[in-house]
């Protein structure tokens, strides 16, 4: 991970109960500055389904946002996501 060498970066995964994922990244995508944000394995119509990838890198954050998902052949998959 791009987190593990540099101190001044960090990341966790993470999901609150009863708060759905997509919205809760929707909030973080309009209200934080991140480096990276991913959308992990969230399934339309799952509220409690996946979670929430967050990356910190100081005064070098690129706002981006991706959903990661498993295609036909169950391999993990990243596509640009804009909420």
């Known amino acids: 991970s791009q987190h593990v060498a540099d101190d001044s970066a960090a990341a966790a995964d993470f999901e609150i109960p009863g708060v759905d994922n997509r919205e809760l990244a929707i909030w973080i995508k309009n209200n934080l500055d991140i ?11 799952e509220p409690t389904s996946g979670w929430i990838h967050c990356s910190y890198a100081g005064e070098n954050n690129r706002n981006q946002w991706l959903h990661a998902f498993k295609d036909e052949n169950k391999k993990t998959q990243y596509k640009p996501w804009s909420g």
């Open 35 to 45: 480096d990276q944000g991913i959308l992990e394995f969230y399934r339309e119509n």
